[in-house]
């Protein structure tokens, strides 16, 4: 009898902690949707790649470079290499993980207008409003910024 209790304690304890991951997911999975930042210039629409999530661009209010009438180039890229890739398409997040509590960090943004990339840390604040903060080594010497969602996640 005792075996038989200590089995479904165990069986008990294995779906508890199932569920709790399946739900941390779920919850992780807020972030997918396409997003403005608060300057209005571009969209970004977030997936999930595996376990982590990605950023893109994937509008722009200025498509296309004035001088030129081609589409915006990455010219502040400090690879050389990538000074030849358009801004629409290009994946300005990486690499983040949801930590829980609204919270996904460990990853990275890329700041076109400078060719910069920073740490970063994503809250969820509402249903549709994030706050990106991008920093240098201390998120308190860093940059925030309010995004709001356009779609959902889909």
């Known amino acids: 009898m005792k075996k038989l209790i200590i089995f479904l304690l165990t069986i008990a304890a294995l779906y508890i902690t199932e569920s709790v991951q399946a739900q941390d997911a779920k919850d992780g999975d807020a972030l997918i949707g396409i997003w403005e930042p608060s300057h209005g210039k571009a969209r970004i629409k977030i997936d999930k790649i595996a ?3 990605y950023g893109r661009i994937v509008w722009l209010k200025e498509p296309n470079d004035p001088e030129t009438g081609e ?7 400090p690879d050389e290499s990538m000074h030849s890739a358009p801004f629409r398409g290009y994946r300005m997040l990486k690499d983040f993980q949801y930590m829980g509590d609204g919270e996904w960090a460990e990853g990275t943004i890329y700041d076109p207008e400078n060719g910069s990339t920073y740490s ?3 809250k969820l604040e509402d249903e549709n409003t ?3 903060r991008g920093y240098i080594g201390v998120k308190t010497f860093g940059r925030s910024d309010v995004w709001k969602r356009l779609i959902l996640k889909k």
């Not at 589409?71 to 890229?77: Q, R, S």
């Open 51 to 53: 376990d982590k999530y």
């Open 71 to 77: 589409p915006k180039l990455d010219k502040n890229n």
């Open 120 to 122: 970063c840390v994503i």
């Open 130 to 132: 994030l706050d990106i």
